[in-house]
């Protein structure tokens, strides 16, 4: 499809991993990536992957990414009451400038 | 605080007047965006400047002006504007325009009254 698809809402409780995943659209895109938008705030890129790797770890965060089926996740470990947000993914299409966005998942946090 | 910034944080407008939204990034980055944000919907790139040119337009009406002085600083100036043009806009800096790792500002929520 055209679109990066992504679920609207995600609800997890506080301790336990959340998993957010995505759909992209384009197999020889170069880069995927994760942001991270709080409310009232603007995005704050939180890791990217290279597409010629499966997977990247970086403290609490875990991208995988399967080419094959052009998914891509986001794993939290240990979800705390401040990752509540919208996570928005977004890939970077060979030969573009443009990086292309899901709309978004909404990532509530229950204490 | 991510390096780029953006003012006004808020501003609203009449369908009237003249307005100019501003970024500024300290990152030394030599690419410069805009994007539009509306509820429900994607990100929707506007702009793009590499070393101070334009190399991107995103089929965007001329009522949404942009502007790039130099490397640093980038305007989007707003004339005449429709209330579906209520949004929140943000600003994004690169090393350059191949875009690998983009930093976005807070972004100007705009309202057209």
């Known amino acids: 499809g055209e679109d990066v698809e992504q679920s609207l809402f995600l609800s997890v409780r506080e301790g336990d991993s959340s998993v957010i995943n995505c759909t992209y659209t384009?197999?020889?895109?170069?880069?995927l990536y994760w942001y991270k938008q709080e409310p009232g705030a603007g995005l704050q890129l939180l890791t990217y992957?290279?597409?010629?790797?499966d997977m990247k770890q970086d403290q609490r965060l875990t991208v995988l990414l399967n080419k094959k089926d052009k998914h891509l996740s986001l794993r939290i470990a240990d979800t705390q009451t401040g990752d509540s947000a919208i996570y928005f993914c977004a890939e970077l299409r060979a030969g573009s400038y443009q990086l292309t966005f899901g709309k978004g998942t909404k990532l509530s946090v229950i204490p | 605080e991510t390096g780029v910034t953006q003012t006004p944080r808020h501003l609203v407008m009449g369908m009237t007047n003249k307005k100019s939204l501003k970024c500024e990034q300290h990152?030394?980055?030599?690419?410069m965006y805009w994007y539009k944000q509306s509820a429900k919907k994607p990100l929707e790139l506007m702009f793009v400047?590499?070393?101070?040119?334009?190399?991107e337009n995103n089929s965007v009406p001329s009522r949404f002006s942009p502007e790039c002085p130099n490397s640093s600083h980038l305007f989007l100036h707003l004339h005449t504007l429709q209330p579906e043009d209520s949004a929140l806009y943000l600003c994004?800096?690169?090393?350059?325009?191949?875009?690998?790792?983009?930093?976005f500002g807070q972004g100007t929520r705009l309202t057209v009254v």
């Open positions: 990152l030394g980055h030599n690419a």
């Open positions: 992957i290279f597409s010629n790797m």
């Open positions: 384009d197999s020889s895109s170069t880069y």
């Open positions: 994004a800096s690169s090393q350059d325009a191949r875009n690998t790792e983009a930093f």
């Open positions: 400047y590499n070393f101070k040119e334009q190399t």
